[in-house]
């Protein structure tokens, strides 16, 4: 849990805005997944991997499927 809120720091100084979520996988075992966006756009999102991949993540790119 320290982990993640030292990324989330890390994250925050490069002003990208992000959240946990708290997962259990199938073994029991807790996540945390750390996210961001959603973006106006995918030039926003793709301005955020950027940024999130300078502090040392591998971020994914996701887009939402409008119904």
């Known amino acids: 849990e320290e982990r993640v809120k030292n ?27 750390l996210r ?8 926003a999102a793709e301005a955020a991997e950027k940024k999130v991949k300078r502090v040392g993540l591998t971020p994914r790119v996701i887009e939402q499927k409008t119904e």
């Open 36 to 43: 961001s966006g959603p973006y106006a756009d995918r030039t």
């Open 7 to 33: 990324w989330q720091a890390k994250l925050t100084e490069q002003k990208v805005s992000s959240y946990v979520e708290n997962k259990t996988n199938k073994e029991g075992v807790k996540l945390f997944m």
